[in-house]
């Protein structure tokens, strides 16, 4: 009997969050994949992380998980494979070799504008595309590479976060710099959050029993990584991250938008090379402050967003100024987004 289960996996910056569908082969194309359970590891970058694991319709359990077993997007993987497999609950996924379809969400897809079969040659491409997406890009490809060693008969399928953004008008993609060098590095904006932007579209207008071609709204994504999204006839038409995820609104470790120049009056080795730099993935003591000690992080000594807001409430000053900030932030992008949809 052919394998079924299919997986989709959304490797976030702080977060690991894994869905199970099962399908049938020979069922008609208009037929869904049949949800089977959830599971997720998140606060990666708060730890503990807490593992959260629903099954159908129940909740089977939310743990914080031993601090030492699971750091990253890979650990978090292995943690909630083994996980799954072991569930005597969930029989149609015993074995790794289960798994017929891994469907992951790559935050960089660079100009893919569609999935794509992840083959030995866009591996290699979107591993190029890591530099731009320091916080995502490298962690869902070590996931893309245990299901290949590992899971014998699966393919693995990449949706691209950027993807939902093909549609910028150019006066939107476009940075006022030399455009034979834009260009050549391929220096524009992308936008990212793309997968759940699409998703909200879709539910809105259904929402709304109105086709998804006549929605005008401004769209918000608010997480570790945050970003608003102008959305005119179910399209994308301006966003505010740009070339990296790094770019507008601050997010758990990232500062948003700064004055470009800035980062070299903060530091004077912006330009070198930071030690966190690996053999696949290049980054700048600029590039490491800007998206790995900044924002919430360094307002207030936490990245979780849940634990700021209540403290705000309570009076703390530096987690009412990071919220205040966020707002701030957020009003901007709405008022000129909502004079875009007129
Ligand atoms: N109810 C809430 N109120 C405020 N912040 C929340 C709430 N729920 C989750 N968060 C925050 O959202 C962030 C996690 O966002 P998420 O999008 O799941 O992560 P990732 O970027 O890894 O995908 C954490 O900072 C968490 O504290
Ligand atoms: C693109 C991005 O910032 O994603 P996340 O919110 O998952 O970090
Ligand atoms: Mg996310």
């Known amino acids: 009997m052919p394998s079924n289960v299919i997986l989709s996996?959304?490797?976030?910056s702080s977060s690991l969050k894994v869905s199970v569908f099962s399908y049938h082969p020979h069922a008609p194309s208009s037929s869904h994949p049949t949800p089977l359970a959830t599971i997720q590891v998140t606060g990666l970058t708060a730890p503990p992380a807490t593992l959260r694991y629903d099954r159908g319709d129940h909740h089977i359990k939310s743990q914080p998980l031993p601090e030492?077993?699971?750091?990253?997007?890979e650990s978090a993987y292995e943690y909630i494979i083994h996980?799954?497999?072991?569930d005597?609950?969930?029989?149609?996924l015993s074995h790794p070799d289960d798994i017929e379809f891994a469907c992951h969400r790559v935050v960089h897809g660079g100009d893919y504008d569609k999935p794509v079969?992840?083959?030995?040659?866009?591996?290699?491409?979107l591993e190029e595309l890591s530099d731009l997406?320091?916080?995502?890009?490298?962690g869902a490809l070590t996931i893309v590479k245990a299901v290949h060693d590992k899971c014998a008969k699966a393919s693995n399928i990449a949706f691209f976060d950027n993807a939902f953004h093909h549609t910028l008008p150019e006066a939107a993609r476009t940075y006022a710099i030399d455009q034979k060098v834009a260009k050549r590095n391929k220096l524009r904006k992308y936008g990212f959050h793309g997968l759940s932007y699409a998703f909200i579209t879709r539910s809105v207008a259904a929402h709304l029993a109105v086709p998804a071609s006549e929605l005008n709204i401004v769209a918000l994504h608010l997480g570790s990584g945050a970003s608003a999204c102008c959305i005119k006839g179910g399209t994308s038409i301006d966003t505010s991250m740009g070339l990296t995820p790094l770019d507008g609104l601050p997010g758990a470790t990232r500062s948003g938008s700064v004055d470009p120049s800035l980062i070299f009056h903060f530091t004077h080795d912006a330009g070198k090379l930071s030690p966190s730099s690996s053999k696949g993935m290049h980054i700048t003591e600029a590039e490491e402050i800007l998206n790995k000690k900044s924002g919430w992080q360094a307002l207030t000594g936490t990245t979780d967003f849940g634990a700021i807001s209540a403290k705000a409430e309570q009076g703390d000053a530096a987690c009412r100024l990071a919220f205040d900030i966020l707002v701030d932030r957020i009003t901007d992008f709405a008022t000129e987004a909502v004079a875009d949809l007129f």
């Open 9 to 12: 996996i959304n490797a976030g």
């Open 68 to 73: 030492t077993d699971v750091t990253s997007q």
């Open 83 to 86: 996980h799954l497999t072991s």
């Open 88 to 92: 005597a609950g969930l029989p149609e």
């Open 117 to 125: 079969r992840i083959d030995r040659d866009t591996f290699h491409r």
């Open 133 to 138: 997406a320091p916080l995502h890009n490298a």
